[in-house]
């Protein structure tokens, strides 16, 4: 008896160690390229670094099963998420509208945003879609290909802070919350309430929504949210002081990669966990993400401001000047603000049958300042982001797989429109 419960002890503990996260694999990669990384591996607490990769493995019927490696992943140590809620905002968007599929709503039909309370703004219009008229559809493409912030702010006050919160909730994301719009400086009271909205097909109004009024408070215990030794205020005076970002957004990277996960793998999820989404849903949101800026028509994108590989951090940095690979497309959405760079993102590359999750951030502001536009993107972030994300891609490269992906599924139509 006493031998059958060690075997049974031991083959728990082998279980439990089976069962632990990851912690060196990443730390040991980016050590054996010293010439890439000691500069913020000597003080990732400084560059607040944090690193989730997960490889897909394929079985015989091309089922993908997981294994996560982490750095420093601290869902409690606070970073700015920035734009990549918004990929949150897209779905939840594409949810709510399939929800109301019995008023004849779709993700194209006209949006006529009006407005109710202090700040809020009215759109009629939108020249960048081909018809000039703004929708769920085209808010998400501008939102995918270059994090337009008036289409999350649209989505955002067609979903409403309640149900967005919800929705993170109910999918598991207890590290999140998502409080107020980005780039108008929404936040308090104005952020609770949300634009009453209408939406029509053709002349014929189809929806009606009143506005909207969240009085919960998304309270998150969190560290390191008061940052810095100072700020430039509204009006561009310094405030001696560390700057707040308590009451803002927040979305751990762990979060992030859930999220995308469930996103291109739905078929791997039981199907009361899998988002009520369309396969034209699926389609639309794996063909923007993926698609660069310089292959769409509409919206139209100057390349002298949004180039090809602008909005793919991880593998290229920011680099203006790079021929995108062709066999490589990158499933991504990054946010960038008040010094951190985040990119979640999943890989493809159809000639080589590499597939992999990397979600990461990092952020550098040495003087301490926040809101003077000071950061260090070039020099830290872009390049830390770029060879991160070539390293991986690296480690793939060689990698020995049982079964080769068929990645057919997210072959997408590029054309321009």
Known sequence: MKLVITSICFAMSLTAMAQKPDTVFLKKLMEAKPE????VLNHPQKNEIQILYTQVNRDAANKPHFKSYRYNLNPKNYFYPASTVKLAAVIFALEKVNRLKNFRLSS?????TDSSFTGQTKVFKDSTSKNGLPSIEHYIKKILLTSDNDAFNRLYEFIGRAEINSKLKKNGLNDSRILNRLAIGDAGESAKHTNP????????????????YDPKEYNLVLTNTVMGKGYLDSADKLVAKPFSLENKNAFAINDQQKLMKKLIFHEAFPISERYNLTPEDYKLIYTYMSKLPTESDYPKYDPKDFWPTYAKMLYYGREKNVEPDKSIRIFNKYGDSYGFIIDNSYFVDFENGVEYFLTAVIQSNEDGIFNDN?????????????????TIYEYEMQRTKKHKPDLNKFKMDYLKK
């Open 108 to 112: 194209k039909s006209l949006m006529i």
């Open 374 to 390: 000071k950061y260090e993107y070039e020099t830290v972030c872009y390049p830390f982001m770029k060879n991160l994300g070539r």
């Open 197 to 212: 909205i209408k939406f029509y097909n053709g002349d014929k109004l189809v929806y009606q929504q009143p506005a909207q």
């Open 36 to 39: 890439l990384f000691n500069t």
